[in-house]
């Protein structure tokens, strides 16, 4: 008797592992995205129609989140079609994604100047954003899927599976505004939903202090941040690479710095003329200094720019900058072949 009774509570502790196993194997987290994948997405996120451009470039795909843009900001959320494996991709800037578009960014959307306090810490100070990266993370906060009408964070509350992995990723100002969205859904997201969140970006300028950084790599141990050697874009705020590449591609020469006067010192290099302004609008100082995570830091080597021996134009000089900052150019640096044009 005493036998049996043995022989059935083994049995009964079988079974019960067996099923804690199948319960646990059932909840285990979806793989997240890899960077090549997410620079695929990136490309897409140009298009104009996000579900034609999936449909026709990553069958593989489907786009579950497609808002109307908030002055000027886009993101969507695509998931794989075979896993729980979910992306939220930031579209970068809205202006013409040319050579012209590049100047505009480059000369107008660094807003830069005036610094926002960032309240989505978990236990750093003193953290802040660009007043930039705050404008358009609060439009992206507006975004709200057509189909569903709800927003970013009550979409991924209610319609994205527990157990799903999901990508937070953008290139150039999408990548940007990255890092202040990841950070506001790692913080407020419920549990079961904030765990799952990873944050991959390509060429994209620093958007706070190092305090924010911080609370970023705290939050994303292993982010990954993408950086073309020959990107500016991409080095801000490193002062001194910028400085570097301004001179080796001719765009020192196009901005005529030399000429510049400011504040009654005369600079001949983008490196002091960028040191001078920062140091005297307070952008740079203790508190809040832009940083970018040297820990996410994953730099690409981009190929060697083509010499030329006659003098270069201003659209020439810019077109060269637009090459090394462009989607395609990350794209193709992970073997992702360019998209054609439609």
């Given at each position: 008797m005493r036998k049996h009774i043995l022989h059935f509570l083994l049995l009964v502790t079988i079974v019960f592992a067996a099923c804690k196993s199948g319960k646990k194997d059932e909840q285990q987290i979806a793989s997240f995205l890899s960077a090549k994948e997410a620079i695929q997405l990136n490309q897409l996120i140009y298009k104009d129609s996000s579900r034609v451009a999936f449909a026709k470039y990553a069958p593989a795909y489907e786009v579950v989140f497609v808002p109307k843009p908030v002055n000027g900001n886009y993101a969507i959320i695509a998931k794989s079609k075979s896993a729980n494996q979910y992306a939220l991709v930031i579209r970068g800037?809205?202006?013409?994604?040319?050579?012209?578009?590049?100047?505009?960014?480059?000369?107008?959307?660094?807003?830069?100047?005036?610094?926002?306090?960032?309240?989505?810490?978990?236990?750093?100070?003193?953290?802040?954003?660009?007043?930039?990266?705050?404008?358009?993370?609060?439009n992206l906060l507006l975004l709200r899927d057509i189909q569903t009408g709800l927003n970013i964070k009550e979409f991924i509350e209610k319609k994205v599976e527990n157990n799903a992995s999901m990508v937070i990723t953008g290139h150039s100002l999408g990548g940007n505004l990255a890092y202040p969205l990841a950070g506001y859904l790692k913080k407020e997201l419920p549990v079961g939903k904030k765990e799952n969140l990873q944050l991959?970006?390509?060429?994209?300028?620093?958007?706070?202090?190092?305090?924010?950084?911080?609370?970023?790599?705290?939050?994303?141990?292993?982010?990954?941040?993408?950086?073309?050697?020959?990107?500016?874009?991409?080095?801000?705020?490193?002062?001194?690479?910028?400085?570097?590449?301004?001179?080796?591609?001719?765009?020192?020469?196009?901005l005529q710095l030399g000429k510049m006067n400011i504040y009654g010192v005369d600079s001949d290099n983008l490196l002091s003329i960028a040191n001078l302004v920062l140091?005297?609008?307070?952008?740079?100082?203790?508190?809040?200094?832009?940083?970018?995570?040297?820990?996410?830091?994953?730099?690409?080597?981009?190929?060697?720019?083509?010499?030329?021996?006659?003098?270069?134009?201003?659209?020439?000089?810019?077109?060269?900058?637009?090459?090394?900052?462009?989607?395609?150019?990350?794209?193709?640096l992970f073997g992702v072949p360019s998209l054609k044009e439609d």
């Open positions: 800037s809205v202006i013409e994604f040319s050579n012209e578009g590049f100047q505009n960014f480059i000369l107008q959307d660094f807003n830069i100047f005036k610094i926002k306090p960032w309240n989505y810490t978990d236990s750093v100070k003193e953290a802040y954003v660009s007043n930039g990266a705050w404008i358009g993370f609060q991959i970006t390509f060429g994209a300028p620093a958007a706070g202090n190092a305090a924010f950084v911080q609370d970023i790599e705290e939050k994303f141990p292993t982010a990954e941040r993408y950086t073309g050697s020959k990107d500016i874009a991409s080095m801000f705020p490193n002062l001194e690479s910028i400085g570097k590449v301004a001179k080796a591609i001719g765009l020192d020469s196009v140091e005297k609008t307070n952008v740079i100082n203790k508190t809040n200094k832009y940083v970018q995570s040297e820990k996410h830091l994953r730099q690409l080597t981009e190929k060697e720019l083509p010499y030329s021996a006659t003098p270069l134009s201003v659209e020439e000089i810019f077109n060269r900058a637009y090459q090394c900052h462009k989607v395609d150019m990350y794209a193709e």
